[in-house]
């Protein structure tokens, strides 16, 4: 069973970093996509950031020059890395993997950045 295990959420300021951890504990390898998606109070969950096992990274435009997504295979996790982050950035953030058409998703971790 594939777990998802983020942590590193918290509360900052305008204009703070933070990176965030996601823990496969070895349950899932060679996915064919991992990223991040958030979901702020009453709005829809929205892509942030996404890898493929190609190479090739989508980032959301609100993003772009301030988030970058990183992996160590052999930990099985990967990481968000959130610089220069806006109230606008505030929301759960949830880590995703993709193999074989198969989507998995962790719990998710508070990110609230104060203005």
């Known amino acids: 069973q594939v777990q998802l295990v983020e942590s590193g959420g918290g509360l900052v300021e305008t204009g703070a970093s933070l990176r965030l951890s996601c823990d496969s504990k070895?349950?899932?390898?060679?996915?064919?996509?991992m990223g991040w998606y958030r979901q702020a109070p009453g709005k829809q969950r929205e892509m942030v950031i996404v890898?493929?096992?190609?190479?090739?990274?989508t980032y959301a435009d609100s993003v772009k020059g301030r988030f970058t997504i990183s992996e160590d295979p052999a930990k099985g996790a990967q990481y968000l890395e959130m610089t220069n982050l806006k109230p606008e950035d505030t929301g759960v953030y949830y880590c995703y993997a993709e193999k074989h058409g198969d989507e998995f998703w962790g719990q998710g971790t508070q990110v609230t950045v104060s203005s």
């Open positions: 890898m493929t096992s190609s190479g090739k990274t």
């Open positions: 070895g349950t899932i390898s060679l996915a064919n996509a």
